[in-house]
């Protein structure tokens, strides 16, 4: 089947991308476009300014048009903010019958009343997740059919965002004009573009550092056990540098990325380090201590923050593979050593796999997202058998359906 091309859009904090790729064998995607526009009107992954978001994304779009020498009139975008929460829902019904067999239809019903869960009307179900499943008092069975049980019980993971605020991202791309054909978690994309199937099934948590948002995503046992989005990320420790050391923030985003460290170095903190740039005049010098100090901090301080999420599910002992850092704040030198160090696990950097085309979109951890959601869209496009037939989701946040 010749299927067309797909392309994904990341509203960033930092920087709006698109990204066009095509559909190889075996799930594989080569991206063939990328286009990239520093971000304006955005704040922690939401919009507060339509127009200027809007003309960073037209910029973008064109970029990517261009590169990939193709028209785009169709995206995928992944939903990020800390609006995102998720909770799990527990649905149960009992099994009639002499033998007591659970069949297909049983488990779409328990399905459902799982799903059935009452949220304000300002919130929107993201995506229904299925954990395991209960048989009278036999917990974690995987699949129930062609098994006897009186009770059938299923745990839902269920993700729900802010209706307005992914309504306002919808209709920003659709200004463009283009068709938005699905919205996923943005955690679970990037947990799509860098973990491998043996990852899932021993448990690892995929934490993905943005601009403005931190996404995270963990399976246990194969199934996704926990996923949500808080509003920080590697702004704050570059507003942090800029405020400590009296630099802009375009020189305090440099200063990060060739001079930060998550962990005090001793040895080095006298060692002094030239603040050339705009605002600063020449020959002022601070000491590498004083910045990795503002550093180590805050980055200390946002994984801690995950790790109190997911405290709260006693899931650390079942990340058997450990944590994947993602996203351009995972560039922060020695970042994954700070995170062993608070989560008491294995880290690696994360780089997204099964994708071909631009080699810094597969080196580069702050590709993940996009790289994932092309994966994501394959295989919803591969699904369909062609480039439409989604939006069941979309039709709900607009009013459609």
Same mark, same amino acid.
């Given at each position: 089947m010749?299927?067309?091309p797909?392309a994904?859009v990341? /509203?960033?904090t930092? %920087?709006?991308?698109?990204?066009? *790729?095509?559909?190889q064998?075996?799930?594989?995607?080569q991206?063939i476009?990328?286009?990239e526009?520093?971000?304006r009107? #955005?704040r922690?992954?939401? =919009?507060?300014?339509?127009?200027a978001?809007l @003309?960073?994304l037209?910029i973008a779009?064109d970029?990517?048009?261009k590169?990939?020498?193709?028209?785009i009139k169709?995206?995928?975008?992944p939903?990020t903010g800390g609006?995102i929460?998720?909770v799990i829902n527990?649905?149960?019904i009992?099994?009639?019958?002499?033998d007591?067999?659970?069949?297909?239809?049983?488990?779409d019903?328990?399905?459902?009343i799982?799903?059935?869960?009452?949220l304000p009307p300002?919130?929107e179900? #993201?995506? @229904?997740?299925?954990q395991?499943y209960?048989?009278?008092?036999?917990e974690g069975v995987?699949?129930p059919?062609?098994m006897e049980?009186?009770?059938?019980?299923?745990?839902m993971l269920i993700?729900?965002?802010s209706?307005?605020?992914? &309504?306002n991202? #919808?209709? +920003? /791309?659709k200004?463009v004009?283009l068709?938005?054909?699905d919205?996923? !978690?943005?955690?679970?994309?990037?947990?799509?573009?860098?973990?491998?199937?043996?990852?899932?099934?021993n448990?690892? +948590?995929?934490i993905?550092?943005?601009g403005?948002?931190?996404d $995270?995503l963990?399976y246990?046992?194969?199934?996704i056990?926990v996923?949500g989005?808080?509003?920080?990320?590697?702004?704050?420790?570059?507003n942090?540098i800029a405020?400590?050391?009296?630099?802009?923030?375009?020189?305090?985003?440099?200063?990060?990325e060739?001079?930060g460290s998550?962990?005090?170095? !001793?040895?080095?903190r006298?060692?002094?380090l030239e603040?050339?740039g705009d605002? /600063?005049?020449?020959?002022?010098?601070?000491?590498?201590?004083?910045?990795?100090?503002?550093?180590?901090? %805050?980055?200390?301080?946002l994984l801690?923050m /995950?790790r109190?999420?997911?405290?709260q *599910?006693?899931?650390? &002992?079942?990340?058997g593979?450990?944590?994947?850092?993602t996203?351009? *704040?995972?560039?922060?030198?020695?970042l994954?050593? +700070?995170?062993?160090?608070?989560?008491?696990l294995?880290c690696?950097?994360?780089?997204?796999r099964d994708?071909?085309g631009l080699a810094t979109?597969?080196?580069?951890?702050? $590709?993940?997202?996009?790289?994932?959601l092309? %994966? $994501?869209a394959? &295989?919803?496009?591969?699904?369909? *058998?062609?480039?439409?037939?989604?939006?069941?989701l979309?039709? &709900? =946040?607009?009013g459609?359906?």
């Open positions: 010749d299927l067309p797909i994904a990341e /509203v960033g930092s %920087r709006i991308r698109v990204m066009v *790729g095509e559909i064998d075996e799930d594989h995607v991206v476009g990328l286009g526009c520093p971000s009107g #955005i922690k992954g939401e =919009i507060i300014d339509f127009d978001a @003309s960073c037209k779009l970029q990517a048009e590169n990939a020498d193709a028209e169709q995206v995928f975008i939903v609006h929460q998720s527990r649905g149960s009992p099994i009639q019958g002499a007591r067999e659970i069949l297909p239809e049983h488990v019903d328990v399905q459902e799982a799903k059935a869960i009452t300002d919130r179900i #993201i995506h @229904s997740i299925c395991h209960f048989l009278d008092d036999q995987v699949n059919i062609g049980a009186s009770k059938l019980t299923v745990d993700v729900h965002g209706h307005a605020r992914m &309504r991202l #919808i209709k +920003l /791309v200004s004009p068709e938005v054909q919205t996923p !978690l943005a955690g679970l994309c990037a947990a799509l573009a860098v973990l491998v199937p043996e990852e899932k099934e448990g690892a +948590l995929v993905d550092i943005g403005g948002t931190i $995270y963990g246990a046992d194969g199934m056990a996923a989005s808080l509003a920080v990320g590697g702004d704050h420790l570059t942090d405020r400590g050391l009296g630099v802009s923030f375009t020189n305090a985003e440099r200063i990060k060739h001079s998550a962990i005090l170095n !001793l040895a080095d006298s060692r002094k603040l050339a605002s /600063v005049p020449d020959g002022r010098v601070v000491r590498l201590g004083d910045l990795h100090t503002i550093t180590s901090l %805050r980055a200390e301080e801690t /995950v109190a999420f997911i405290d *599910g006693d899931l650390i &002992r079942r990340f593979a450990g944590i994947v850092l996203g351009g *704040g995972a560039r922060l030198d020695r994954d050593e +700070l995170a062993e160090k608070i989560f008491g294995n690696r950097v994360g780089k997204s994708i071909s979109v597969s080196n580069q951890p702050e $590709y993940a997202t996009l790289t994932g092309l %994966r $994501y394959a &295989r919803q496009t591969r699904r369909s *058998g062609t480039s439409g037939g989604f939006g069941g979309i039709k &709900r =946040i607009l459609g359906g």
